[in-house]
C-alpha cells in the first residue's frame, strides 16, 4: 500500500470516527432534554458540521505522518436543559465513546467474515477503520479535562468532589495537557497502546 493510500485511508477513518462521535453526543443530549446541539446543526454525521479548522489541518497531518493529535469541534450541551443533569452528562460523554466502539465492532465483524474474500485495499481500510475508532474510544477514556473521561469520573464522584476536580482541571489544563504528551511520547505511552492494541487484535480476531 503506498504512502498516499494509506494516508487517504486513514484520513477517511478519521473523518468518519469523530463525525460519528460528535454526532452521538448531539444525540444522546437531544435525547436527554437538550437541543442546544441540534439547533446548531450539530446533529448530522456530516463530518464538515464537526470540524474546527485549525483541528482539521491536524487531521490532514496525523493522517499522512502517522502521528499527531487531532481534534473536532465540541458539540455545545446545556447541561442544565438535561432531564438529569448528573445523570445524562455521563450518557452525553459515554455515548461519543460507545459509538466509536460500535464502529469497530462493526468493522470487525466485516474483517471476520469477509476478509478471507476482500480485496487487499478494503482489507486495509477495514483494520484502519477499526484501528482509528478503537483509539479514538481509548483516547477519550483518558479522565483529562477535556475528554470524555474527565466527565465520566465526575459522575462517579460526590458534588463537591467532582466539582473540585472540575474547577482543578479547568485551571491547570493546559499544563496537565502539555505534560501528558510528553507522556504519549515516552516508554510510558504503552500503558495506553497495550489496551488499544489487545482491543483492535479482538475485533478483528487477531489475537
Same mark, same amino acid.
Given at each position: 500500500?503506498?504512502?498516499l493510500?494509506?494516508g ?12 460519528v462521535h460528535e454526532y452521538?453526543?448531539?444525540?444522546i443530549?437531544?435525547?436527554?432534554g437538550?437541543?442546544?446541539a441540534?439547533?446548531?446543526?450539530r446533529?448530522?454525521?456530516? !463530518?464538515? $458540521?464537526h ?8 487531521l %490532514?497531518?496525523?493522517?499522512? #505522518?502517522? *502521528?499527531? @493529535?487531532?481534534?473536532?469541534?465540541p458539540v455545545?450541551?446545556?447541561f ?6 448528573r445523570?445524562?452528562?455521563m450518557?452525553?460523554?459515554v455515548a ?16 471476520r467474515l469477509?476478509?478471507h474474500?476482500? !480485496?487487499? $485495499? ?9 484501528? %482509528?475508532?478503537?483509539?479514538? #474510544?481509548? *483516547?477519550? @477514556?483518558?479522565p ?15 458534588y463537591?468532589?467532582?466539582r473540585?476536580?472540575?474547577?482543578f482541571?479547568?485551571k ?16 510510558l505511552k ?18
Open positions: 500500500m503506498s504512502f493510500q494509506r487517504i485511508y486513514f484520513l477517511i477513518a478519521l473523518l468518519i470516527g469523530f463525525s452521538a453526543h448531539a444525540l443530549a437531544y435525547k436527554c437538550d437541543n442546544t441540534k439547533l446548531e446543526g446533529l448530522t454525521l456530516n !463530518p464538515v $458540521s470540524l474546527d479548522p485549525v483541528g482539521a489541518v491536524f %490532514v497531518f496525523m493522517a499522512f #505522518a502517522g *502521528f499527531g @493529535l487531532a481534534w473536532g469541534k455545545p450541551v446545556n442544565n436543559n438535561l432531564k438529569n443533569p445523570r445524562d452528562e450518557l452525553v460523554s461519543g465513546i460507545t459509538a466509536n466502539l460500535i464502529i469497530a465492532c462493526i468493522a470487525g465483524i466485516l474483517y469477509f476478509g474474500s476482500l !480485496p487487499n $485495499s478494503a482489507i486495509a481500510f477495514t483494520v484502519i477503520l477499526v484501528s %482509528v475508532n478503537v483509539s479514538l #474510544a481509548v *483516547f477519550n @477514556l483518558i483529562l479535562y477535556p475528554l470524555d473521561g474527565s466527565r465520566i469520573l465526575m459522575g462517579f464522584m460526590s463537591n468532589a467532582s473540585n476536580y472540575q474547577i482541571m479547568q491547570y489544563s493546559l499544563i496537565i495537557f502539555i505534560a501528558f504528551l510528553g507522556f504519549l511520547y515516552s516508554p504503552a500503558i495506553i497502546i497495550v489496551p488499544m492494541e489487545i482491543l483492535v487484535r479482538l475485533f478483528i480476531g487477531v489475537y
